[in-house]
Nanobody, 122 residues
Framework: QVQLVESGGGLVQAGDSLRLSCAASAHTFRNSVMGWFRQAPGKEREFVAAIRWSGGNTNYADSVKGRFTVSRDNVKSTVALQMNSLKPEDTAVYYC???????????????WGQGTQVTVSS
């Protein structure tokens, strides 16, 4: 069964850091690009970051570049999103996703987690 489970969300203040983690089944994780997306209240879901299977290539949305870092552990089948210098506009439900292509397009990701809430207060 395909499964992605996010954890690590919570309520923090502006300027704080938070680390999200996503645990995947080995079948889902193997050779997959892993991505992070987020959806703020009243807005469409948007791309945040992605990382190739090798970990050698990463891609970030301009809004998080320099503040967020995506990484993966292929032995443990986990992917993490380290979020620093958080801003109130980072408040959203964050989703982990897996797919075959290194893209920012949601429809190329076949597997999705249930999401974890991140709230940043000013």
């Amino acid at each position: 069964q395909v499964q992605l489970v996010e954890s690590g969300g919570g309520l923090v203040q502006a300027g704080d850091s938070l680390r999200l983690s996503c645990a995947a089944s080995a079948h889902t994780f193997r050779n997959s690009v892993m991505g992070w997306f987020r959806q703020a209240p009243g807005k469409e879901r948007e791309f945040v970051a992605a990382i190739r299977w090798s970990g050698g290539n990463t891609n970030y949305a301009d809004s998080v570049k320099g503040r967020f870092t995506v990484s993966r552990d292929n032995v443990k089948s986990t992917v993490a999103l380290q979020m620093n210098s958080l801003k109130p506009e980072d408040t959203a439900v964050y989703y982990c996703a897996g797919g075959p292509l290194f893209t920012t397009a949601q429809n190329t990701y076949a597997y999705w987690g249930q999401g974890t809430q991140v709230t940043v207060s000013s």
